[in-house]
């Protein structure tokens, strides 16, 4: 693997590690858990689709950071 690309996965496990974004994971798969178990397709695709945006903002925090 690439200097690089160490250097992020050493970072993205640094920054998973913090306890304000393990708790802001948690909040974030339980609204889809929530949304799932309620049948609300919408919902469900909604809280999917933030979770999946947020970390992609923190990976792009990351790659500016390395």
């Known amino acids: 693997m690439e200097n690089r690309e160490r250097?992020?996965?050493?970072?993205?496990?640094?920054?998973?590690?913090?306890?304000?974004?393990?708790?802001?994971?948690q909040y974030e798969h339980r609204a889809m858990f929530t949304?799932?178990?309620?049948?609300?397709?919408e919902r469900a695709c909604e809280a999917a689709?933030?979770?999946?945006?947020?970390p992609?903002?923190?990976l792009t925090l990351y790659i500016q950071g390395v």
């Open 7 to 25: 250097q992020l996965i050493r970072l993205a496990r640094t920054n998973s590690s913090r306890k304000d974004l393990t708790e802001l994971e």
């Open 56 to 58: 992609a903002r923190r």
């Open 35 to 41: 949304a799932i178990e309620a049948g609300d397709v």
């Open 49 to 54: 689709a933030s979770h999946l945006k947020y």
